[in-house]
T-cell receptor, first 114, second 117 residues
Framework: GENVEQHPSTLSVQEGDSAVIKCTYS??????FPWYKQELGKRPQLIID?????GEKKDQRIAVTLNKTAKHFSLHITETQPEDSAVYFC?????????????FGAGTQVVVTP | DTGVSQNPRHKITKRGQNVTFRCDPI?????LYWYRQTLGQGPEFLTY????????KSRLLSDRFSAERPKGSFSTLEIQRTEQGDSAMYLC???????????????FGEGSRLTVL
C-alpha cells in the first residue's frame, strides 16, 4: 500500500519568513495529494490540494508543488504569520482508492515566532 | 448543521469495557469515514461508508471494532473489550461524491478521544 513520509517533524520560523515541508510517497500511481492543517485541539482542515496532472498550485500565501518523477510534493508557506502555527499533514490517495481514503504523513509542527 | 459532529468528545474507560462513538456527518454528504489518530502521528484510515454500505475496512480494524451507518446518516463506531492500545483520537470525516463530482476534500469532526486505563 501507499506509504507517505514527511519532513521535518518540527519547523521553527521567524514571522515573515517562508516555511517548506516536504513529503515523499511510494505508490507511483497515487493521484491526489492534499495538505491538512490541524491547530491544537482542533479538527484537521484542508488548506490546499493538488492532483497528479498539475505540477503546482497556489492559493494566496500557500503553494504546493508536485514532482511525479521523484514522487515527492512540498508545501510552501510565504510571509508566515503567528496564526500559521499548527501541525501540517500531507497525504496521498492511491488511484484505486476511494477519494476519501488517504494515507497521511506523520505531521510537521510549525511554530512561527513573532 | 455547520459541520461534522462527534460525541462524546472524551471517554475514559477501563480495560475490557465496551465503548461507542457517534458521528453525525454534514447532512448532504453521502460518504463517511472513520480514522484513528495517535499522538504525534497522522490520521490512519479505519473504514468508510457510502450511504449505508460499508465499502472498505482497514486491516487495522480488528474484530473488536464494528462500525455501522444504519440509515445512511449518522454512524457509530463500537470497540468491544477495550485494550490500552486502543487509546487514541477517533476522527470521523464526511464528503460528497457522485459520478460527476469527485472531490477528495474530507470534512473532519473534532474527534472523540478515548483513554483506556
Amino acid at each position: 500500500g501507499e506509504n507517505v513520509e514527511q519532513h521535518p517533524s518540527t519547523l521553527s520560523v521567524q514571522e515573515g519568513d517562508s516555511a517548506v515541508i516536504k513529503c515523499t510517497y511510494s505508490d507511483s500511481a497515487s493521484n491526489y495529494f492534499p495538505w491538512y492543517k490541524q491547530e491544537l485541539g482542533k479538527r484537521p482542515q484542508l488548506i490546499i490540494d493538488i492532483r497528479s496532472n498539475v505540477g503546482e498550485k497556489k492559493d494566496q500565501r500557500i503553494a504546493v508543488t508536485l514532482n511525479k518523477t521523484a514522487k515527492h510534493f512540498s508545501l510552501h508557506i510565504t510571509e508566515t504569520q503567528p496564526e500559521d502555527s499548527a501541525v501540517y499533514f500531507c497525504a496521498a490517495r492511491g488511484v484505486t482508492d476511494s477519494w476519501g481514503k488517504l494515507q497521511f504523513g506523520a505531521g510537521t509542527q510549525v511554530v512561527v515566532t513573532p | 448543521d455547520t459541520g461534522v459532529s462527534q460525541n462524546p468528545r472524551h471517554k475514559i474507560t477501563k480495560r475490557g469495557q465496551n465503548v461507542t462513538f457517534r458521528c453525525d456527518p454534514i447532512s448532504e454528504h453521502n460518504r463517511l469515514y472513520w480514522y484513528r489518530q495517535t499522538l504525534g502521528q497522522g490520521p490512519e484510515f479505519l473504514t468508510y461508508f457510502q450511504n449505508e454500505a460499508q465499502l472498505e475496512k482497514s486491516r487495522l480494524l480488528s474484530d473488536r471494532f464494528s462500525a455501522e451507518r444504519p440509515k445512511g446518516s449518522f454512524s457509530t463506531l463500537e470497540i468491544q473489550r477495550t485494550e490500552q492500545g486502543d487509546s487514541a483520537m477517533y476522527l470521523c470525516a464526511s464528503s460528497f461524491s457522485d459520478r460527476i463530482t469527485n472531490t477528495g476534500e474530507l470534512f473532519f469532526g473534532e474527534g472523540s478521544r478515548l483513554t483506556v486505563l
